[in-house]
């Protein structure tokens, strides 16, 4: 090697090592004063500690994807930008993990998720717009505009801070403004340490949240031909499944996701639930969603994986006119309430009269129950659970409304009838955070 080559090569050499000095300069502090993803990897410095005070979190850590590809604590748990942080035991940590450090790998589905209900919505629906920044709140506005700046939830705010802290936020939360400008966590599908597909997959997990009065899907999902199925085959099915790579040898019987998110086949996987939906089926009357129509051939192109076309046909246009019904039997009784207060028989304080719980609940739990039954197949939610709850509702209104007529004062002081004492089903509506709460 002549003179000139070995110059050249020592020259290039230091050009490098002062280059990656400069860019090593301008890393964050936070990243160059704490060990390196390399130094936890080959020391298992995390685990050292937390396999004697937590070793829950590092047995599901093992088992994770995330342990199979290499990635460590630190790669989560180092500060993302806008974060606070602490010193934890030799290590520059976030303060709190958010959706944002799980973006920091996963962009397109975080992204997908933000502009979906279960972000900004989710949270507004019972807490209102306070908690956001401005550009969170214009963010949840531009794909659900009248969702997120709106009035924080009345039934909520008369049960109290206890009630909503450790009910209606426990799920709400998924959408909750973090203040690195991020929403929720994407822990609450995943898991941890777990950041499981699989979990994810499950009927139990949208289960959470998605049930009860309200919203009754994993309770018609369990009754439906689809959850029959998923209990009798879920031992041979692969709920693990590469979502990008996903197919019906994988998962023969679809669950929630299945539906609303996977790439079955072929098919686009998204992390925005609504993509596939056609109506708002949680609202008092349903109207259609914007891309209401390519939401809805959208889902049709799951449900072809299995049936024929003329049956997914026939089951979307039977499920419309009871959702058509529907829509005409809530209509008609919160018209009867409306006159009663365009009459100046009813106060103008919300939830302080039996009849004001009646048709709470007509709507937001037998109406929803009803809809949801038709859209997922369960028929004792049309029939039972929702349309006889709509009748018998319906029934109680005007009798009520007949007495607060004759009585010729607010309800308030008026003797009702059997509604005087708010049943079972009224008394758990306020448990539901109210209107719009737990939306999809």
């Given at each position: 090697?002549?003179?000139?080559?070995?110059?050249?090569a020592v020259f290039l050499g230091t050009a490098l090592i002062v280059a990656a000095l400069l860019v090593n300069a301008r890393r964050p502090a936070n990243e160059r004063g704490q060990p390196t993803a390399e130094l936890v990897r080959a020391t298992g410095k995390c685990a050292e500690c937390h396999r004697r005070e937590t070793s829950a979190v590092i047995d599901e850590y093992e088992r994770s994807r995330h342990a199979a590809k290499g990635i460590v604590c630190l790669d989560c748990h180092r500060p993302a930008e806008g974060q606070a942080s602490l010193e934890h035991r030799g290590f520059t940590i976030a303060r709190s993990l958010t959706a944002k450090n799980c973006a920091q790998c996963h962009a397109t589905e975080y992204d997908q998720f933000a502009r979906s209900r279960h972000a900004a919505p989710s949270w507004a629906a019972v807490n209102g717009p306070k908690d956001f920044s401005d550009a969170q709140k214009a963010l949840g506005e531009r794909f659900h505009k009248g969702w997120v700046d709106r009035p924080a939830n009345a039934i909520a705010s008369l049960e109290g801070d206890p009630a909503i802290a450790s009910g209606c936020n426990a799920c709400h939360a998924i959408g909750k403004p973090n203040a690195d400008g991020s929403f929720g966590t994407c822990t609450n599908c995943h898991a941890r340490h777990a950041a499981s597909v699989a979990l994810a997959r499950e009927p139990?997990?949208?289960?959470?949240?998605?049930?009860?009065?309200?919203h009754s899907q994993v309770e018609i999902y369990g009754e439906s031909k689809h959850g029959a199925l998923y209990q009798a085959q879920r031992a041979s099915m692969n709920l693990a499944a590469d979502p990008k790579h996903l197919t019906t040898v994988d998962m023969p019987v679809p669950t929630c996701a299945t539906c609303h998110l996977s790439g079955l086949e072929g098919l686009k996987v998204t992390h925005d639930p609504t993509e596939?939906?056609?109506?708002?089926?949680?609202?008092?009357?349903?109207?259609?969603?914007?891309?209401?129509?390519?939401?809805?051939?959208?889902m049709k192109e799951v449900c072809l994986k299995c049936h024929a076309r003329t049956g997914v046909d026939a089951f979307f246009t039977n499920a419309e006119a009871v959702l058509a019904a529907t829509n005409e039997k809530v209509a008609g009784a919160t018209a009867v309430v409306k006159q009663l207060r365009d009459e100046g028989l009813l106060t103008a304080k919300p939830f302080d009269e039996p009849i004001e719980f009646a048709e709470f609940d007509l709507w937001h739990y037998f109406g929803r129950t009803a809809k949801h039954g038709a859209f997922m197949g369960g028929a004792d939610f049309v029939q039972w659970h929702g349309n006889y709850e709509l009748l018998r509702l319906r029934r109680e209104i005007d009798h009520d409304a007949e007495e607060l007529r004759r009585?010729?004062?607010?309800?308030?002081?008026?003797?009702?009838?059997?509604?005087?004492?708010?049943?079972?089903?009224?008394?758990?509506?306020?448990?539901?955070?109210g209107s719009g709460a737990r939306t999809p």
């Amino acid at each position: 090697m002549s003179f000139k080559q070995v110059f050249i090569a020592v020259f290039l050499g230091t050009a490098l090592i002062v280059a990656a000095l400069l860019v090593n300069a301008r890393r964050p502090a936070n990243e160059r004063g704490q060990p390196t993803a390399e130094l936890v990897r080959a020391t298992g410095k995390c685990a050292e500690c937390h396999r004697r005070e937590t070793s829950a979190v590092i047995d599901e850590y093992e088992r994770s994807r995330h342990a199979a590809k290499g990635i460590v604590c630190l790669d989560c748990h180092r500060p993302a930008e806008g974060q606070a942080s602490l010193e934890h035991r030799g290590f520059t940590i976030a303060r709190s993990l958010t959706a944002k450090n799980c973006a920091q790998c996963h962009a397109t589905e975080y992204d997908q998720f933000a502009r979906s209900r279960h972000a900004a919505p989710s949270w507004a629906a019972v807490n209102g717009p306070k908690d956001f920044s401005d550009a969170q709140k214009a963010l949840g506005e531009r794909f659900h505009k009248g969702w997120v700046d709106r009035p924080a939830n009345a039934i909520a705010s008369l049960e109290g801070d206890p009630a909503i802290a450790s009910g209606c936020n426990a799920c709400h939360a998924i959408g909750k403004p973090n203040a690195d400008g991020s929403f929720g966590t994407c822990t609450n599908c995943h898991a941890r340490h777990a950041a499981s597909v699989a979990l994810a997959r499950e009927p139990t997990t949208c289960g959470q949240c998605h049930m009860g009065p309200d919203h009754s899907q994993v309770e018609i999902y369990g009754e439906s031909k689809h959850g029959a199925l998923y209990q009798a085959q879920r031992a041979s099915m692969n709920l693990a499944a590469d979502p990008k790579h996903l197919t019906t040898v994988d998962m023969p019987v679809p669950t929630c996701a299945t539906c609303h998110l996977s790439g079955l086949e072929g098919l686009k996987v998204t992390h925005d639930p609504t993509e596939r939906l056609t109506w708002f089926l949680f609202a008092p009357i349903s109207t259609r969603r914007p891309g209401g129509e390519q939401g809805q051939l959208q889902m049709k192109e799951v449900c072809l994986k299995c049936h024929a076309r003329t049956g997914v046909d026939a089951f979307f246009t039977n499920a419309e006119a009871v959702l058509a019904a529907t829509n005409e039997k809530v209509a008609g009784a919160t018209a009867v309430v409306k006159q009663l207060r365009d009459e100046g028989l009813l106060t103008a304080k919300p939830f302080d009269e039996p009849i004001e719980f009646a048709e709470f609940d007509l709507w937001h739990y037998f109406g929803r129950t009803a809809k949801h039954g038709a859209f997922m197949g369960g028929a004792d939610f049309v029939q039972w659970h929702g349309n006889y709850e709509l009748l018998r509702l319906r029934r109680e209104i005007d009798h009520d409304a007949e007495e607060l007529r004759r009585a010729g004062r607010p309800a308030a002081s008026a003797s009702a009838s059997a509604s005087a004492a708010p049943s079972a089903s009224a008394s758990a509506s306020a448990a539901a955070g109210g209107s719009g709460a737990r939306t999809p």
